[in-house]
């Protein structure tokens, strides 16, 4: 059965229907079906009928118009552009599963074809299939990955491949780490020691540390943007396996309670399937689809 998607349903809220509070009550409803999450849900809606009672808004247009108002408030998208000549590194973060491996590939490629060169740092030692599958990209798409045996030290594959980077005069370190969510305090112990080396190997303002999320998980995503979050401190987000009738609410909770902006939006398995994101462009496919 096709999925109906939340521009549909909010269509559908309308109706012919008066804008009473019932009306709105199904609206706080429908966000938090949305994945916006119940406190954003309520604050975003109480904002919305005062600014309708003050502007005496009415209408399926005028209403739509100040909720994604609302919604670009807290949905910012941000360039990761690295510097030429310098040792640019950007740590890969998320849970197993989210598509953060083919992710770094899609971003290797991406790179790389704007003429940056690119270094892959398996730094999931703990798993043989990531550093399988983070080598079967490198090979596919002729870029260097620096991995180390299994069960090492992640953070030295990370200082290897740093200096890789700064011996061929600079370029992109794309670190793939492990996101064994299980144990929360192992894991953020092993980030955190990651983060130092990669941050003292990098040059300045050339570290960026990205999360990798998948838009189909919802509040199990924001979920892991606090984890990783309170960790190391998140520059931007991936999202992984995005297609125009996802929810699409936890990038809204996520801007609004963590203040992360949006990096890319992966939307297929194919290596060219990745895009700069653009929050108007998002947001309206979020309402409209």
């Given at each position: ?7 549909e ?78 040792v ?6 998320g ?31 703990f ?145 060219p ?17």
């Amino acid at each position: 059965m096709a999925k109906i998607s939340f521009g549909e349903r909010l269509r559908k809220l309308f109706g012919g229907r008066k804008e009473d509070e019932d009306f709105f009550d199904d609206l706080t409803d429908l966000l938090i079906e949305a994945d916006v999450g119940a406190k954003n849900a309520v604050e975003i809606v109480d904002w919305l009928q005062k600014k309708s009672r003050e502007d005496k808004l009415s209408g399926e247009e005028a209403i739509v118009s100040r909720l994604k108002e609302s919604f670009l408030s807290s949905v910012k998208a941000v360039p990761l552009d690295p510097e030429e000549g310098k040792v640019n590194v950007y740590m890969l973060l998320g849970v197993n599963g989210v598509g953060k491996t083919t992710s770094a590939a899609k971003l290797a490629k991406l790179y790389s074809d704007r003429g940056i060169k690119v270094i892959m740092s398996a730094s999931d030692t703990f798993r043989a299939a990531a550093v399988d599958q983070i080598s079967m990209h490198g090979e596919r798409l002729g870029i260097r990955v620096v991995k180390h045996q299994m069960g090492s030290d992640p953070g030295a594959v990370v200082f290897d491949a740093a200096d890789a980077c700064r011996a061929q005069g600079g370029g992109l370190v794309l670190a793939d780490t492990a996101g064994r969510l299980q144990n929360k305090e192992n894991l953020v112990n092993e980030l955190k020691k990651i983060d130092k080396i990669a941050r003292a190997k990098a040059d300045e303002g050339c570290y960026k540390k990205i999360l990798v999320i998948d838009a189909t998980t919802g509040q199990n995503a924001v979920r892991q943007a606090e984890v990783f979050n309170e960790a190391v401190g998140l520059d931007a987000i991936v999202l992984a396996k995005y297609d125009s009738t996802a929810k699409g609410g936890c990038l809204v909770t996520i801007g609004r309670e963590l203040g992360i902006p949006v990096a890319y939006l992966c939307t297929g398995e194919k290596y060219p399937d990745i895009e700069p994101f653009n929050a108007d462009k998002y947001v309206s496919a979020m309402l409209e689809s």
